[in-house]
């Protein structure tokens, strides 16, 4: 009886709808990272307080080559029907792009445990379901509702409980140290590649909301997907620009 039920239903619904628009994206950039490559062509990633990759490396920081992982991708989304995992990492049509762009710039596996985190997982959910409206779709959804004005909600929702629980601190050393912490919060001199750091990213997933740590990690995850927005939309640009799947990319390098 499980399987009548709305929620299994729409959980299937989504599933299945993830796997069959999530081919393209990664296809394409799987062909789009071979003329990077050859054309050594990258992004500036110099205004970012963390480290990112060229666009054109062969091998990532974990040492997988990068387009195993854009294939892994393609494959993940082919089978979806059989182990729809791709769903539960938080990968979807608002986070192709992030996807992506991590992926191309070398993170690797700690593109998923960044993706999967509560607070990215919340942001993405309310986003899609707006484009899931009646009458409605995903790109009426980004002129009805602006993408930047339901992150900083998002942002400051999670500042909002950070500062609670700070509060309620009895240990006063404790409490100094999470003030101080977050008063450094988008400063020059905080470390921010902590957020790709994989040993800090599966305690975050593990403690959630309920500690001042996890909820640190998740203001600290939706702040960095903030400043990935507008490179994640260069490399879409820059994909869909290239023409690849109609091959109009041109009879001569100027072209």
Do not use: C
């Not at 994989?198 to 640190?216: D, F, H, M, P």
């Amino acid at each position: 009886m499980y399987e009548l039920t709305p929620y299994f239903q729409l959980r299937r619904k989504q599933e299945f709808s993830i796997g069959k628009s999530g081919i393209g994206p990664f296809a394409l950039n799987i062909t789009n990272l071979a003329l990077t490559q050859y054309a050594h062509l990258t992004l500036d990633f110099s205004e970012l307080p963390f480290t990112m990759g060229n666009l054109d490396e062969v091998v990532g920081e974990d040492g997988n080559r990068i387009s195993d992982w854009l294939s892994a991708m393609v494959n993940a989304h082919v089978d979806v029907a059989k182990d729809p995992y791709v769903f539960d990492l938080n990968i979807n049509s608002l986070t192709y792009n992030y996807t992506n762009l991590l992926l191309r710039a070398g993170k690797g596996e700690s593109t998923f445990l960044f993706l999967a985190q509560p607070a990215l997982k919340e942001y993405a959910s309310e986003y899609n379901n707006a484009g899931g409206l009646y009458g409605n779709n995903l790109r009426n959804a980004e002129k009805a509702i602006s993408r930047t004005k339901m992150l900083d909600k998002y942002i400051n929702n999670y500042r909002a409980i950070l500062d609670s629980m700070i509060i309620n601190i009895e240990d006063e050393k404790q409490k100094k140290y999470w003030k101080d912490t977050v008063k450094n919060i988008g400063k020059d001199d905080f470390d921010w590649n902590i957020v790709f750091n994989k040993e800090y990213q599966k305690i975050a997933l593990s403690e959630g909301k309920t500690t001042v740590r996890g909820v640190y990690f998740q203001l600290l995850s939706l702040m960095t997907m903030k400043m990935l927005e507008p490179y994640a939309q260069e490399l879409s640009d820059l994909v869909k620009m290239s023409r690849i799947d109609t091959k109009k990319f041109g009879n001569t390098l100027a072209t």
